[in-house]
Nanobody, 128 residues
């Protein structure tokens, strides 16, 4: 059974940093792709960042470029999201997602429909 488990969320003040962690188990995600999405209250789930392990290519949504960094180790099935200079608008539940099928595709996935497996989320709250 495939499981993705997020951790590292919390309550911080604007300008602070957090590091989210995602641990995957149940199958290998070697050379595929993983990503982070978030969902704020009353809003749809949105793409935050993704990484294609082969080559280390990354993609970010514009609002987090220069502040967030995605990284990890596909052999260890782990992924991180370093979030710096957090803003109140970053408040959301953050979800880890994995796309093992991406090993046969090019580029970096950005759509939720590209990801087959999801975690349950970790809450990030940024106060002003």
């Amino acid at each position: 059974q495939v499981q993705l488990v997020e951790s590292g969320g919390g309550l911080v003040q604007a300008g602070d940093s957090l590091r989210l962690f995602c641990a995957a188990s149940g199958r290998t995600f070697l050379n595929s792709a993983m990503g982070w999405f978030r969902q704020a209250p009353g809003k749809e789930r949105e793409f935050v960042a993704a990484i294609r392990w082969s080559g280390g290519h990354t993609e970010y949504t514009d609002s987090v470029k220069g502040r967030f960094t995605i990284s990890g180790n596909d052999a260890a099935n782990t992924m991180y999201l370093q979030m710096n200079r957090l803003k109140p608008e970053d408040t959301a539940v953050y979800y880890c997602a994995a796309s093992p099928a991406w090993v046969r595709r090019v580029g970096v996935p950005r759509s939720a429909s590209d990801f087959e497996y999801w975690g349950r989320g970790t809450q990030v709250t940024v106060s002003s």
